[in-house]
């Protein structure tokens, strides 16, 4: 899985990061040192799901948006599910 990630011009780390580090969490979203934490006992299917996840949490922090978490996790796993319905990640991506 990617280690970086850049969300609105700023490049933030992905850690893959052992279980008993997360105190049960998934994922973490740390905006004051731009890192994302990814359990790393998940399988890596899971591990794509709650790194979009974390990425809608880095933006909406970004942008000072307050958000419910069940509507963060709504909203994500939607988006997500859309993406790869559609492919979309390599469609949107394409030059031309
Ligand atoms: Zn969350």
Not at 47 to 54: G, K, M, N, Y
Request: hydrophobic letters at 40%.
């Amino acid at each position: 899985m990617v280690k970086k990630v850049r969300i609105l011009g700023i490049d933030w780390s992905i850690k893959h990061t052992p279980t008993e580090d997360m105190s049960d969490n998934f994922g973490e979203c740390h905006p004051g040192s731009h890192t994302i934490r990814i359990n790393e006992i998940l399988p890596e299917s899971q591990q794509r799901a709650v790194l979009f996840h974390e990425i809608i949490e880095a933006v909406l922090n970004e942008l000072e948006i307050e958000m419910a978490h069940k509507d963060v996790t709504a909203l994500s796993a939607v988006l997500y599910a859309v993406i790869q319905d559609n492919a979309l990640a390599t469609t949107l991506t394409k030059e031309n």
